[in-house]
Protein backbone atom coordinates (compact mmCIF):
# COMPACT_ATOMS: atom_id res chain seq x y z
CA UNK A 1 0.00 0.00 0.00
CA UNK A 2 2.86 2.57 0.15
CA UNK A 3 2.60 3.90 -2.78
CA UNK A 4 -1.05 5.35 -2.72
CA UNK A 5 -0.40 6.37 0.91
CA UNK A 6 0.08 10.13 -1.08
CA UNK A 7 -2.70 10.71 -3.65
CA UNK A 8 -4.33 13.39 -5.43
CA UNK A 9 -7.95 13.04 -6.49
CA UNK A 10 -10.96 14.60 -8.55
CA UNK A 11 -13.50 12.47 -6.70
CA UNK A 12 -15.30 13.18 -3.45
CA UNK A 13 -13.16 11.62 -0.44
CA UNK A 14 -13.74 9.11 1.81
CA UNK A 15 -12.43 9.07 5.16
CA UNK A 16 -12.50 6.09 6.49
CA UNK A 17 -10.10 4.30 3.62
CA UNK A 18 -7.40 6.93 4.60
CA UNK A 19 -7.35 5.97 8.69
CA UNK A 20 -7.33 2.03 7.16
CA UNK A 21 -3.75 2.91 5.27
CA UNK A 22 -2.16 3.73 8.67
CA UNK A 23 -3.57 1.43 10.76
CA UNK A 24 -0.87 -1.02 12.21
CA UNK A 25 -1.11 -3.21 15.89
CA UNK A 26 1.10 -1.67 17.51
CA UNK A 27 -0.57 1.71 16.67
CA UNK A 28 -2.50 2.98 19.75
CA UNK A 29 -3.65 6.39 18.30
CA UNK A 30 -4.28 7.83 14.91
CA UNK A 31 -5.82 11.33 13.98
CA UNK A 32 -6.99 12.45 11.15
CA UNK A 33 -7.19 16.20 10.16
CA UNK A 34 -10.14 16.44 7.84
CA UNK A 35 -10.41 20.07 5.51
CA UNK A 36 -13.37 21.20 4.68
CA UNK A 37 -14.56 23.77 2.20
CA UNK A 38 -16.00 26.88 4.39
CA UNK A 39 -18.79 29.02 3.68
CA UNK A 40 -17.46 32.18 5.40
CA UNK A 41 -13.81 33.64 5.64
CA UNK A 42 -13.91 36.95 7.10
CA UNK A 43 -17.02 37.95 6.83
CA UNK A 44 -17.10 36.79 3.07
CA UNK A 45 -19.33 34.04 1.34
CA UNK A 46 -17.95 31.47 -0.46
CA UNK A 47 -19.82 29.98 -3.10
CA UNK A 48 -17.84 27.41 -4.08
CA UNK A 49 -13.85 26.50 -4.76
CA UNK A 50 -11.11 25.46 -7.29
CA UNK A 51 -8.14 23.29 -6.26
CA UNK A 52 -5.49 23.11 -8.95
CA UNK A 53 -2.33 20.89 -8.45
CA UNK A 54 0.98 20.55 -10.18
CA UNK A 55 0.27 16.67 -9.51
CA UNK A 56 3.42 14.63 -9.42
CA UNK A 57 5.31 17.51 -7.53
CA UNK A 58 2.75 17.56 -4.80
CA UNK A 59 2.75 13.62 -4.45
CA UNK A 60 6.25 14.00 -4.27
CA UNK A 61 6.12 16.84 -1.81
CA UNK A 62 3.82 14.67 0.73
CA UNK A 63 6.42 12.18 0.27
CA UNK A 64 8.59 14.39 1.38
CA UNK A 65 6.43 15.41 4.38
CA UNK A 66 5.72 11.78 5.31
CA UNK A 67 9.44 11.38 5.40
CA UNK A 68 10.33 14.48 7.59
CA UNK A 69 7.99 12.98 9.92
CA UNK A 70 9.31 9.83 10.26
CA UNK A 71 12.56 11.57 11.25
CA UNK A 72 10.65 13.86 13.79
CA UNK A 73 8.42 11.11 15.09
CA UNK A 74 9.91 7.59 14.84
CA UNK A 75 7.04 5.19 14.69
CA UNK A 76 4.65 7.37 13.22
CA UNK A 77 2.47 6.51 9.63
CA UNK A 78 0.84 9.12 7.45
CA UNK A 79 -1.03 9.17 4.74
CA UNK A 80 -2.43 12.42 2.80
CA UNK A 81 -4.98 12.63 0.46
CA UNK A 82 -6.10 15.76 -1.37
CA UNK A 83 -8.73 16.51 -3.61
CA UNK A 84 -8.92 18.96 -6.63
CA UNK A 85 -11.42 20.57 -8.78
CA UNK A 86 -14.52 21.64 -8.09
CA UNK A 87 -15.14 21.83 -4.66
CA UNK A 88 -18.65 23.56 -2.63
CA UNK A 89 -18.94 24.24 0.45
CA UNK A 90 -18.68 21.45 3.13
CA UNK A 91 -16.58 19.09 0.54
CA UNK A 92 -13.59 17.40 1.60
CA UNK A 93 -10.33 19.05 0.32
CA UNK A 94 -7.64 17.17 2.59
CA UNK A 95 -7.45 14.40 4.65
CA UNK A 96 -4.53 13.34 7.01
CA UNK A 97 -4.38 10.53 8.97
CA UNK A 98 -1.59 9.63 10.69
CA UNK A 99 -0.56 6.75 13.44
CA UNK A 100 1.24 6.64 16.70
CA UNK A 101 1.62 4.09 19.45
CA UNK A 102 0.93 7.20 21.43
CA UNK A 103 -1.15 10.02 21.19
CA UNK A 104 1.08 13.03 21.57
CA UNK A 105 3.36 12.32 18.62
CA UNK A 106 0.10 11.52 16.37
CA UNK A 107 -1.47 14.77 17.51
CA UNK A 108 2.06 16.65 16.51
CA UNK A 109 2.83 15.41 13.82
CA UNK A 110 -0.51 15.40 12.39
CA UNK A 111 -0.63 19.62 12.78
CA UNK A 112 2.83 19.22 11.15
CA UNK A 113 1.79 17.77 8.11
CA UNK A 114 -1.02 20.31 7.36
CA UNK A 115 1.41 23.18 7.86
CA UNK A 116 4.14 21.49 5.98
CA UNK A 117 1.23 21.14 2.99
CA UNK A 118 0.66 25.12 3.34
CA UNK A 119 4.33 25.69 3.14
CA UNK A 120 5.05 23.45 0.03
CA UNK A 121 3.08 21.82 -1.46
CA UNK A 122 1.86 23.06 -4.94
CA UNK A 123 -1.31 22.92 -4.99
CA UNK A 124 -3.42 26.33 -5.36
CA UNK A 125 -7.05 27.56 -4.50
CA UNK A 126 -9.51 29.85 -6.43
CA UNK A 127 -11.89 31.34 -4.14
CA UNK A 128 -15.68 31.67 -6.10
CA UNK A 129 -17.11 34.70 -3.78
CA UNK A 130 -20.38 35.86 -4.09
CA UNK A 131 -18.71 39.05 -5.33
CA UNK A 132 -16.09 37.78 -7.74
CA UNK A 133 -13.07 35.13 -7.62
CA UNK A 134 -9.09 35.32 -6.68
CA UNK A 135 -6.35 33.09 -6.62
CA UNK A 136 -5.51 32.54 -2.56
CA UNK A 137 -1.88 33.16 -2.13
CA UNK A 138 -1.75 36.04 -4.48
CA UNK A 139 -1.17 39.56 -3.11
CA UNK A 140 -4.47 40.30 -3.17
CA UNK A 141 -5.90 37.53 -0.57
CA UNK A 142 -3.62 36.27 1.48
CA UNK A 143 0.42 35.82 0.86
CA UNK A 144 1.08 32.32 3.46
CA UNK A 145 4.65 32.97 3.78
CA UNK A 146 5.07 35.01 6.52
CA UNK A 147 7.69 37.48 5.62
CA UNK A 148 5.80 37.98 1.88
CA UNK A 149 8.35 35.56 0.29
CA UNK A 150 8.91 32.17 0.25
CA UNK A 151 11.80 31.03 1.99
CA UNK A 152 13.80 28.46 0.06
CA UNK A 153 15.22 26.76 3.47
CA UNK A 154 11.28 25.62 3.58
CA UNK A 155 11.02 23.94 0.65
CA UNK A 156 14.51 22.50 -0.20
CA UNK A 157 15.48 18.63 0.65
CA UNK B 1 14.19 23.27 -25.42
CA UNK B 2 12.93 24.16 -22.11
CA UNK B 3 9.35 22.99 -20.76
CA UNK B 4 8.01 26.01 -18.67
CA UNK B 5 4.53 24.85 -16.74
CA UNK B 6 2.26 27.97 -15.73
CA UNK B 7 -0.52 27.44 -12.83
CA UNK B 8 -2.91 29.61 -11.05
CA UNK B 9 -2.92 33.11 -11.75
CA UNK B 10 0.06 32.89 -13.81
CA UNK B 11 -1.68 30.71 -16.08
CA UNK B 12 -4.57 32.81 -16.46
CA UNK B 13 -2.76 35.97 -17.10
CA UNK B 14 -0.17 34.04 -19.45
CA UNK B 15 -3.18 32.18 -21.24
CA UNK B 16 -1.88 29.03 -21.49
CA UNK B 17 -0.59 26.40 -19.13
CA UNK B 18 2.83 25.66 -20.85
CA UNK B 19 5.60 27.65 -22.88
CA UNK B 20 8.27 25.79 -23.99
CA UNK B 21 11.21 27.71 -24.47
CA UNK B 22 13.83 27.00 -26.99
CA UNK B 23 17.51 27.77 -24.89
CA UNK B 24 20.40 25.04 -24.20
CA UNK B 25 20.96 26.74 -20.81
CA UNK B 26 19.85 29.67 -18.43
CA UNK B 27 19.45 30.51 -14.95
CA UNK B 28 16.09 30.93 -13.06
CA UNK B 29 16.40 34.42 -12.53
CA UNK B 30 17.22 34.80 -16.84
CA UNK B 31 14.28 32.50 -17.81
CA UNK B 32 12.04 34.47 -15.17
CA UNK B 33 12.80 38.38 -16.48
CA UNK B 34 12.37 36.64 -20.10
CA UNK B 35 9.26 34.84 -19.60
CA UNK B 36 7.83 38.51 -17.76
CA UNK B 37 9.07 40.62 -20.78
CA UNK B 38 7.36 38.29 -23.46
CA UNK B 39 4.17 37.40 -22.02
CA UNK B 40 3.51 40.00 -19.36
CA UNK B 41 3.72 37.91 -16.30
CA UNK B 42 3.09 40.48 -13.74
CA UNK B 43 5.38 39.87 -10.71
CA UNK B 44 7.45 36.77 -10.40
CA UNK B 45 9.04 37.98 -7.13
CA UNK B 46 6.90 35.69 -5.03
CA UNK B 47 7.02 32.81 -6.88
CA UNK B 48 9.18 30.31 -6.22
CA UNK B 49 10.34 27.61 -8.84
CA UNK B 50 10.88 23.92 -9.39
CA UNK B 51 13.27 22.39 -11.97
CA UNK B 52 11.79 18.92 -12.48
CA UNK B 53 9.75 18.64 -9.48
CA UNK B 54 12.47 19.71 -7.07
CA UNK B 55 12.87 23.41 -5.76
CA UNK B 56 15.33 25.63 -6.90
CA UNK B 57 16.49 28.80 -6.44
CA UNK B 58 17.38 31.97 -8.86
CA UNK B 59 20.42 31.27 -9.16
CA UNK B 60 20.02 27.63 -10.58
CA UNK B 61 20.98 26.46 -14.15
CA UNK B 62 18.19 25.42 -16.02
CA UNK B 63 19.32 23.24 -18.99
CA UNK B 64 17.75 22.01 -22.22
CA UNK B 65 15.57 19.18 -21.60
CA UNK B 66 14.19 20.28 -17.75
CA UNK B 67 10.76 21.03 -17.23
CA UNK B 68 10.61 24.12 -14.79
CA UNK B 69 7.59 25.02 -12.85
CA UNK B 70 6.60 28.87 -12.02
CA UNK B 71 4.51 27.89 -8.70
CA UNK B 72 3.01 30.39 -7.19
CA UNK B 73 2.46 31.16 -3.33
CA UNK B 74 0.40 28.02 -2.64
CA UNK B 75 -2.97 27.65 -0.75
CA UNK B 76 -3.92 23.90 -0.35
CA UNK B 77 -5.02 22.20 2.48
CA UNK C 1 -28.59 14.94 16.78
CA UNK C 2 -27.77 17.02 20.17
CA UNK C 3 -27.95 14.30 22.07
CA UNK C 4 -26.71 11.51 20.96
CA UNK C 5 -23.37 13.82 20.67
CA UNK C 6 -22.21 11.54 23.36
CA UNK C 7 -22.27 8.17 23.08
CA UNK C 8 -21.18 4.76 24.97
CA UNK C 9 -21.77 1.40 22.96
CA UNK C 10 -21.37 -2.15 23.01
CA UNK C 11 -20.78 -2.88 18.69
CA UNK C 12 -17.59 -1.99 16.65
CA UNK C 13 -17.36 1.95 15.98
CA UNK C 14 -17.86 3.28 12.70
CA UNK C 15 -15.72 6.78 11.94
CA UNK C 16 -17.15 8.41 9.42
CA UNK C 17 -20.75 9.12 11.49
CA UNK C 18 -19.57 10.65 14.11
CA UNK C 19 -17.25 12.93 11.59
CA UNK C 20 -20.79 13.69 10.14
CA UNK C 21 -22.32 15.20 13.99
CA UNK C 22 -20.14 17.72 13.63
CA UNK C 23 -20.12 18.74 10.20
CA UNK C 24 -21.24 22.55 9.67
CA UNK C 25 -21.13 25.09 6.71
CA UNK C 26 -18.54 27.24 9.13
CA UNK C 27 -16.77 24.55 10.08
CA UNK C 28 -13.63 24.59 7.34
CA UNK C 29 -11.40 21.66 9.64
CA UNK C 30 -12.51 18.48 11.66
CA UNK C 31 -9.82 16.66 13.79
CA UNK C 32 -10.83 13.20 14.67
CA UNK C 33 -8.67 11.30 17.56
CA UNK C 34 -9.27 7.29 16.94
CA UNK C 35 -7.79 5.46 19.92
CA UNK C 36 -7.04 1.83 19.12
CA UNK C 37 -6.33 -1.23 21.23
CA UNK C 38 -2.26 -1.50 20.97
CA UNK C 39 -0.83 -4.84 21.05
CA UNK C 40 2.52 -4.09 22.57
CA UNK C 41 2.87 -1.94 26.06
CA UNK C 42 6.14 -1.36 27.18
CA UNK C 43 7.20 -4.81 26.00
CA UNK C 44 3.94 -6.20 27.21
CA UNK C 45 1.80 -8.07 25.00
CA UNK C 46 -1.94 -7.39 24.83
CA UNK C 47 -4.03 -10.07 23.95
CA UNK C 48 -7.58 -8.31 24.36
CA UNK C 49 -9.42 -5.58 26.78
CA UNK C 50 -12.18 -5.19 29.12
CA UNK C 51 -13.90 -1.85 29.40
CA UNK C 52 -16.38 -1.54 31.78
CA UNK C 53 -18.23 2.07 32.21
CA UNK C 54 -20.45 4.06 35.05
CA UNK C 55 -22.75 4.41 31.60
CA UNK C 56 -25.48 7.66 32.74
CA UNK C 57 -22.50 9.24 34.45
CA UNK C 58 -19.87 8.88 31.84
CA UNK C 59 -22.33 10.55 28.74
CA UNK C 60 -22.21 13.52 31.57
CA UNK C 61 -18.93 13.54 31.95
CA UNK C 62 -18.71 13.33 28.04
CA UNK C 63 -21.45 16.56 28.14
CA UNK C 64 -19.39 18.14 30.25
CA UNK C 65 -16.09 17.91 28.34
CA UNK C 66 -17.91 19.08 25.27
CA UNK C 67 -19.02 22.28 27.39
CA UNK C 68 -15.57 22.82 28.84
CA UNK C 69 -14.28 23.09 25.18
CA UNK C 70 -17.07 25.04 23.88
CA UNK C 71 -16.38 28.04 26.67
CA UNK C 72 -12.25 27.42 25.82
CA UNK C 73 -12.73 27.33 22.23
CA UNK C 74 -16.03 29.25 21.34
CA UNK C 75 -17.65 27.95 17.92
CA UNK C 76 -16.64 24.41 18.07
CA UNK C 77 -18.34 21.57 18.49
CA UNK C 78 -17.44 18.07 20.10
CA UNK C 79 -18.59 14.60 19.70
CA UNK C 80 -17.61 11.66 21.26
CA UNK C 81 -18.21 7.81 21.54
CA UNK C 82 -16.66 5.27 23.65
CA UNK C 83 -17.19 2.03 23.03
CA UNK C 84 -16.93 -1.03 26.23
CA UNK C 85 -17.11 -5.07 26.80
CA UNK C 86 -14.27 -7.04 25.01
CA UNK C 87 -12.01 -5.38 22.21
CA UNK C 88 -9.23 -6.86 20.58
CA UNK C 89 -6.05 -5.82 19.72
CA UNK C 90 -6.27 -2.68 16.59
CA UNK C 91 -10.48 -2.31 17.58
CA UNK C 92 -11.31 1.07 18.28
CA UNK C 93 -11.83 2.16 21.76
CA UNK C 94 -12.93 5.56 21.48
CA UNK C 95 -13.15 8.46 18.60
CA UNK C 96 -13.47 12.27 19.52
CA UNK C 97 -14.60 14.74 16.51
CA UNK C 98 -13.83 17.98 17.09
CA UNK C 99 -15.12 20.89 14.47
CA UNK C 100 -14.16 24.48 14.24
CA UNK C 101 -13.77 27.42 11.47
CA UNK C 102 -10.06 27.35 12.25
CA UNK C 103 -7.95 24.15 12.56
CA UNK C 104 -5.49 25.82 15.04
CA UNK C 105 -8.65 25.31 17.89
CA UNK C 106 -9.43 22.01 16.45
CA UNK C 107 -6.31 20.39 16.87
CA UNK C 108 -6.30 21.90 21.13
CA UNK C 109 -10.20 21.10 21.77
CA UNK C 110 -9.39 17.53 20.91
CA UNK C 111 -6.18 17.01 22.50
CA UNK C 112 -7.65 18.41 25.46
CA UNK C 113 -11.03 16.25 25.02
CA UNK C 114 -9.02 12.97 24.77
CA UNK C 115 -6.94 14.70 28.10
CA UNK C 116 -10.04 15.11 30.27
CA UNK C 117 -11.47 11.72 29.38
CA UNK C 118 -8.52 9.95 31.12
CA UNK C 119 -9.51 12.10 33.95
CA UNK C 120 -13.28 12.04 34.55
CA UNK C 121 -15.09 9.75 32.96
CA UNK C 122 -16.02 6.70 34.51
CA UNK C 123 -14.61 4.03 31.91
CA UNK C 124 -11.91 1.30 32.93
CA UNK C 125 -9.83 -1.20 30.86
CA UNK C 126 -8.99 -4.16 32.07
CA UNK C 127 -5.44 -5.40 30.41
CA UNK C 128 -5.25 -9.25 29.42
CA UNK C 129 -2.11 -9.73 29.23
CA UNK C 130 -0.21 -12.67 27.67
CA UNK C 131 0.56 -12.91 30.98
CA UNK C 132 -2.25 -12.28 33.29
CA UNK C 133 -4.84 -9.60 33.53
CA UNK C 134 -5.14 -6.47 35.36
CA UNK C 135 -7.49 -3.01 35.84
CA UNK C 136 -5.49 -0.49 34.78
CA UNK C 137 -5.52 2.62 36.89
CA UNK C 138 -5.09 0.58 39.77
CA UNK C 139 -1.97 0.94 42.29
CA UNK C 140 0.01 -2.10 40.11
CA UNK C 141 0.15 -0.71 36.93
CA UNK C 142 -0.51 2.92 35.90
CA UNK C 143 -1.85 5.75 37.82
CA UNK C 144 -3.48 8.27 35.71
CA UNK C 145 -3.49 11.00 38.25
CA UNK C 146 -0.08 12.89 38.08
CA UNK C 147 0.27 12.96 42.27
CA UNK C 148 -1.00 9.71 42.49
CA UNK C 149 -4.31 11.00 44.23
CA UNK C 150 -7.59 12.16 42.27
CA UNK C 151 -7.66 16.35 42.26
CA UNK C 152 -10.86 17.19 43.42
CA UNK C 153 -10.95 20.37 41.13
CA UNK C 154 -9.86 18.48 37.92
CA UNK C 155 -13.44 16.69 38.61
CA UNK C 156 -15.95 18.94 39.93
CA UNK C 157 -17.71 21.34 38.08
CA UNK D 1 -31.43 3.28 51.68
CA UNK D 2 -28.38 4.67 49.99
CA UNK D 3 -27.22 2.46 46.79
CA UNK D 4 -23.75 2.18 46.42
CA UNK D 5 -22.36 0.85 43.17
CA UNK D 6 -18.92 -1.04 42.62
CA UNK D 7 -16.80 -0.99 39.25
CA UNK D 8 -13.32 -2.52 37.62
CA UNK D 9 -11.10 -4.43 40.68
CA UNK D 10 -13.60 -3.08 43.36
CA UNK D 11 -16.29 -4.89 42.25
CA UNK D 12 -13.93 -7.99 41.33
CA UNK D 13 -12.64 -7.68 45.45
CA UNK D 14 -16.74 -7.45 46.94
CA UNK D 15 -17.52 -9.85 44.33
CA UNK D 16 -20.71 -7.57 43.49
CA UNK D 17 -21.40 -4.57 41.84
CA UNK D 18 -24.12 -3.14 44.13
CA UNK D 19 -24.67 -2.61 47.59
CA UNK D 20 -27.73 -1.65 49.66
CA UNK D 21 -26.73 0.31 52.68
CA UNK D 22 -29.23 1.06 55.28
CA UNK D 23 -28.95 4.03 56.59
CA UNK D 24 -30.57 8.00 56.74
CA UNK D 25 -27.36 10.36 56.21
CA UNK D 26 -23.61 9.27 56.27
CA UNK D 27 -20.50 11.48 55.03
CA UNK D 28 -18.50 9.59 51.99
CA UNK D 29 -15.23 9.44 54.39
CA UNK D 30 -17.69 7.26 57.17
CA UNK D 31 -19.22 5.41 54.34
CA UNK D 32 -16.11 4.67 52.91
CA UNK D 33 -14.71 2.68 56.02
CA UNK D 34 -18.14 1.10 56.92
CA UNK D 35 -17.62 -0.57 53.60
CA UNK D 36 -13.91 -1.37 54.01
CA UNK D 37 -14.72 -3.07 57.59
CA UNK D 38 -17.93 -5.11 56.23
CA UNK D 39 -16.34 -5.94 52.48
CA UNK D 40 -12.38 -6.11 52.52
CA UNK D 41 -12.53 -3.54 50.13
CA UNK D 42 -8.89 -3.25 50.47
CA UNK D 43 -7.73 0.37 49.27
CA UNK D 44 -10.25 3.11 49.05
CA UNK D 45 -7.85 5.89 49.19
CA UNK D 46 -7.08 6.40 45.66
CA UNK D 47 -10.82 6.10 44.84
CA UNK D 48 -13.37 8.95 44.08
CA UNK D 49 -16.99 9.04 44.61
CA UNK D 50 -20.10 10.07 43.01
CA UNK D 51 -22.99 10.58 44.47
CA UNK D 52 -26.11 10.90 41.71
CA UNK D 53 -23.69 11.13 38.84
CA UNK D 54 -22.15 14.34 40.34
CA UNK D 55 -17.80 13.85 41.68
CA UNK D 56 -18.32 14.48 45.22
CA UNK D 57 -15.81 15.05 48.33
CA UNK D 58 -14.93 12.94 51.79
CA UNK D 59 -17.00 15.72 53.75
CA UNK D 60 -19.63 15.44 51.60
CA UNK D 61 -22.99 14.43 53.20
CA UNK D 62 -24.90 11.24 51.24
CA UNK D 63 -28.46 10.73 52.18
CA UNK D 64 -31.45 8.16 52.14
CA UNK D 65 -32.22 7.27 48.12
CA UNK D 66 -28.98 8.59 46.73
CA UNK D 67 -26.70 6.62 44.24
CA UNK D 68 -23.42 6.51 45.37
CA UNK D 69 -20.49 5.05 43.31
CA UNK D 70 -17.17 4.46 44.37
CA UNK D 71 -14.74 5.29 40.96
CA UNK D 72 -11.29 3.84 41.21
CA UNK D 73 -8.79 5.65 38.72
CA UNK D 74 -10.30 6.07 35.10
CA UNK D 75 -8.43 4.62 32.35
CA UNK D 76 -11.21 5.25 29.55
CA UNK D 77 -9.89 6.54 26.07
Given at each position: ?T?S????????????????K??????G?????????????K??????????????M??????????E??K?W???M???????G???I????V???V??????A????????????????PIW??EH??????????QL????????K?????V?? | ???????AH???E?????I??????I?V????????????LA?L?QV??????E?????D?????D?V???PP?S??
Open positions: MDLFEIVEEPIQVEPIIKVERREAAITTFIGTVREWTGKRTLYLEYQAYIPAIKMFAKIGEIEKPDTVAITHRIRLDSDIAVIASSPHRKAYEANEYAIERIKQIVKKWEDGKTWIGDENVPYPDGPDAKDKS | MIKVLLFLQEAGKDQNYDRESTKELKTSLQNDFGEEMTAINEYAMDEMVKSGTAFIVGG
